[in-house]
C-alpha cells in the first residue's frame, strides 16, 4: 500500500501545482556531479547511488544526476530543473531529478528527445520514486529511479509493484478528472502558451495576437541565425553533397520566415489596416511561422546524426581551439582599428562595433570554458554533455570571428567613404548649380529651386561640422538630398539623362546600403539575446530592398536606386532600433539583463548562446529558443542551440509532492 499512498500523493500534488503561481526566483544552481547534495541527505551513500547509476549507464546509455536541495525559493519546481539542467550542460540521454527534502517536492526535466515517453517516467515516479521520498528515504528514491529508469529502458516493470497497477490506474483516471476540472476553469483566463491553434487564436485579443507573433518572429529569427551557423560547420566538414537536404530545410524556412517579415513590416506602416484584416495578418504570421519551424525541427535529428558531436567531441574541439587561436592576431589588429577610428570619425560612425573587440574576447574566453567542460565530459564518457559544451564553444567562437571581421570591414567601408567625400561634396555644389539652372523659368521651377537649396545645405553643413563626422552618414546625407532633388528634375531631364544620372549615384547609395545593412546584421547576430522584432523586421526588409537594387541594377537603375535609398532608410531604423534594445537591456534598472543565473556568461547569453532560463522571469518555454519576447529586456531560455526550429530542444518534467 505504500507506494498506491505515494502515487496518489503525486497525483494530487500535480493537480495542486496547476493552481501554483510563480513568485520570485532564486537563482538555480550548476551539478557538481551525478550527485549533487546541499543538504547532507545522503552523506556516506553517495557510492550506493553512483553505482547504480553507473549500472544505468552502462546498460542504457542514460545518464542520471541528482540533487538534492532544501526547497525551490519561490520558483517554480520544474523551472528550476529546467534551467538547471541547460546551465549544467545536461545532454539529450540525461535525466536530472531534484527532491527539495524540506519542502517534501520532487520534479525531474529531461530534453525533448530523451529515450523515455512521459508514460514510462511517470511510472518510475510512481512506483520506485515517491514511495521511497514519502518514507524519507533519500537515496533509495534515488536508486530507485536508477532501477526504474533500466527496467523501463530494457523492457521490464519500471514500477517494480504489479500489485498495485489496478490502483494506480484508478487514480489516474481521478486524478485525470481533477485535471480536467483545473483546466476548465482555467482555460477561460489562461494566455496561449507556444504557437496557439487557430481554434485558441480566435479566442485571443488581437493584441495578445500580436504578442504571440512577436514571440514567434524573434524564436524563429533565433533559429535560423543558430541553424546557419551550424549548417555552416557541417558543410565545411562533410561537403554540400551530405548537407543538401538541411540546406533545403533551411531555405524553405528563411522563405517562411522572409514572408512573415513582410506582413510584420506591413503591419508597422502607415497604412492602417481594420480589425479585421489585422487579425488575418497576425493569424498568418503565426502559421508561416509554426510551418517554417516545423521544417527545420523536422530535419534535426538527422543534423545530429551526421554531427555526432558526442562521440567526436575530442577532434570537433580541437578545431574550435585552433580557430580561437587564429583569431588572435586579428583581435589585436581590431582593437587598434577601433582606437583610430574613433580618433578619425564621428562617435555614430563606430556605434555598432565599438565594443565589438570586447564581445570577441568574451565569447573566447566564453568558449575556453566550455571547451575545458567538454574534455571533461569526454574523460567521464559522458557523450551528451560533451556534444552541448562543444556546440556552444562552436557558436561563441563563430560570434568572435563575426566580430572582429566587422570590426576590419567596417574601417576599410568608413576610410573608403571619407575619401569619396571631398569629390562627393563639390559634385552636389555642381548638382544644385545645375539644377537651378534647369529651374529658371520652368513650371516646377519653385520645388526644384528649393530641393537644390536643400542640397547646398546639407553639403554646408557637412563642410562646417566641428570635429570628426560620420563619413558614411554624411554619404547617406547628401545623396538623400540628391534624390529628393532628382525627383524634382525627372520632368525636366529626358529618360536616358535620368538612367545616366542613376548610374553615377547608384554605386555609391549601394556602398551605403550594403556597409550599413552588414553593420546591423552583425550587432544583430552577435547580440540577439536582447534584439527584439521591431529591429528585426526593418533589418529584414532592408536586405529585401537591398536585393533588389541589386538585381535591378542593370536593366532599371531608376528603380534601382528607388530601392537602394530605401534599403538604406530601413538598415538605419533597423540600427538604431537595435541598438535602443540592447541599451534597454544592458541598462541598470533592467532586472531581467543576467543576474545570479548570467554571472560570467552574461555575454554569452547577450549573444544568444546560451538563453538562460532566470532571464524569462520564469516562463515556460515551448522550445530549446524561446518562451516569450517582452520589449527587448525579458528573454528566451534554454541550452545552446544547434540545427532545428524552435520546439527540437523542448524539455518535458514532471514531479509533485511527497
Do not use: C
Amino acid at each position: 500500500m505504500r507506494s498506491i499512498q505515494a502515487a496518489l500523493a503525486a497525483l494530487a500534488g500535480l493537480a495542486l501545482l496547476s493552481f501554483a503561481t510563480p513568485a520570485a526566483a532564486t537563482a538555480p544552481i550548476v551539478l557538481t556531479g551525478e550527485v549533487t547534495d546541499q543538504v547532507g541527505a545522503v552523506t556516506g551513500q553517495e557510492d550506493q547511488i553512483e553505482d547504480a547509476i553507473a549500472d544505468l549507464k552502462a546498460d542504457t546509455g542514460i545518464g542520471l544526476f541528482v540533487a538534492y536541495i532544501e526547497d525551490f525559493g519561490g520558483y517554480r519546481p520544474q523551472e528550476w530543473a529546467d534551467t538547471t539542467a541547460v546551465d549544467s550542460g545536461l545532454g539529450t540521454d540525461d535525466l536530472l531529478l531534484v527532491i527539495a527534502t524540506g519542502e517534501r517536492r520532487y520534479t525531474w526535466s529531461v530534453a525533448a528527445g530523451f529515450p523515455l515517453t512521459d508514460s514510462q517516467l511517470n511510472e518510475v515516479a510512481s512506483g520506485r520514486i515517491a514511495p521511497e521520498l514519502a518514507d524519507e528515504d533519500w537515496a533509495g528514491a534515488a536508486i530507485g529511479a536508477a532501477e526504474g529508469y533500466k527496467a523501463a529502458a530494457t523492457g521490464g516493470s519500471a514500477s517494480g509493484s504489479s500489485s498495485a497497477i489496478v490502483w494506480v490506474l484508478v487514480l489516474l483516471a481521478l486524478a485525470a478528472v481533477v485535471i480536467l476540472v483545473v483546466v476548465w476553469r482555467r482555460r477561460r483566463t489562461a494566455k496561449a502558451v507556444g504557437a496557439p491553434s487557430a481554434a485558441k487564436q480566435r479566442k485571443l485579443s488581437t493584441e495578445e495576437l500580436n504578442t504571440e507573433a512577436n514571440r514567434l518572429l524573434v524564436e524563429t529569427d533565433d533559429a535560423i541565425r543558430t541553424s546557419e551557423q551550424e549548417l555552416g560547420f557541417a558543410e565545411a566538414e562533410f561537403g554540400a553533397d551530405q548537407t543538401a537536404a538541411f540546406a533545403a530545410a533551411l531555405a524553405a524556412a528563411r522563405a517562411g520566415l522572409g514572408d512573415s517579415f513582410k506582413l510584420r513590416q506591413e503591419l508597422d506602416d502607415d497604412v492602417p489596416e481594420t480589425e479585421p484584416q489585422r487579425r488575418e495578418m497576425l493569424a498568418a504570421v503565426i502559421d508561416k511561422l509554426v510551418k517554417a519551424n516545423k521544417g527545420l525541427d523536422d530535419k534535426a535529428a538527422g543534423f545530429e546524426r551526421l554531427r555526432d558531436l558526442g562521440r567526436r567531441a575530442p577532434e570537433a574541439a580541437a578545431a574550435v581551439r585552433e580557430r580561437g587561436a587564429a583569431l588572435a592576431p586579428k583581435l589585436v589588429a581590431a582593437r587598434e582599428a577601433i582606437g583610430a577610428l574613433q580618433g578619425r570619425y564621428a562617435a555614430s560612425a563606430v556605434a555598432t562595433v565599438r565594443d565589438f573587440p570586447a564581445t570577441a574576447e568574451d565569447r573566447l574566453r566564453f568558449a575556453g570554458e566550455r571547451l575545458a567542460e567538454a574534455e571533461g565530459a569526454v574523460a567521464a564518457e559522458e557523450r551528451g554533455r560533451a556534444a552541448v559544451q562543444v556546440r556552444a564553444a562552436e557558436e561563441a567562437t563563430a560570434q568572435a570571428e563575426q566580430a572582429v571581421d566587422a570590426v576590419l570591414r567596417r574601417s576599410e567601408e568608413l576610410d573608403a567613404a571619407a575619401a569619396r567625400l571631398p569629390a562627393l561634396l563639390d559634385e552636389s555644389d555642381a548638382d544644385a548649380a545645375e539644377a537651378e539652372r534647369l529651374a529658371a523659368g520652368a513650371r516646377t521651377g519653385p520645388e526644384t529651386a528649393a530641393k537644390a537649396a536643400r542640397l547646398r545645405e546639407v553639403a554646408a553643413e557637412i563642410r562646417a561640422a566641428e570635429g570628426p563626422v560620420d563619413p558614411l552618414e554624411s554619404v547617406a546625407a547628401l545623396e538623400r538630398a540628391s534624390a529628393e532633388l532628382d525627383r524634382e528634375l525627372a520632368a525636366l531631364r529626358d529618360a536616358v539623362q535620368n538612367a545616366q544620372r542613376a548610374h553615377e549615384q547608384l554605386d555609391r547609395v549601394l556602398m551605403s546600403a550594403q556597409s550599413t545593412t552588414a553593420a546591423v546584421e552583425d550587432y544583430v547576430n552577435t547580440n540577439r539575446g536582447a534584439v527584439g522584432p521591431q529591429a528585426r523586421t526593418r533589418l529584414n526588409e532592408a536586405k529585401q530592398e537591398l536585393s533588389q537594387a541589386l538585381a535591378l541594377r542593370e536593366a532599371d537603375p531608376v528603380q534601382a536606386l528607388e530601392r537602394g535609398h530605401r534599403a538604406d532608410e530601413l538598415a538605419n531604423a533597423a540600427s538604431a532600433a537595435a541598438q535602443r534594445d540592447v541599451q534597454g537591456y544592458l541598462a541598470p534598472s533592467n532586472p531581467n539583463k543576467g543576474g545570479p543565473a548570467g554571472g560570467s556568461n552574461a555575454g554569452a547569453i547577450l549573444g544568444g548562446i546560451l538563453l538562460g532560463g532566470m532571464l524569462g522571469g520564469g516562463g515556460r518555454s515551448s522550445g530549446g529558443f524561446g518562451g516569450g519576447y517582452s520589449g527587448g529586456s525579458g528573454r528566451r531560455r534554454g541550452g545552446a542551440g544547434s540545427f532545428g526550429g524552435g520546439a527540437t530542444r523542448g524539455r518535458r518534467g514532471g514531479g509533485g509532492r511527497f
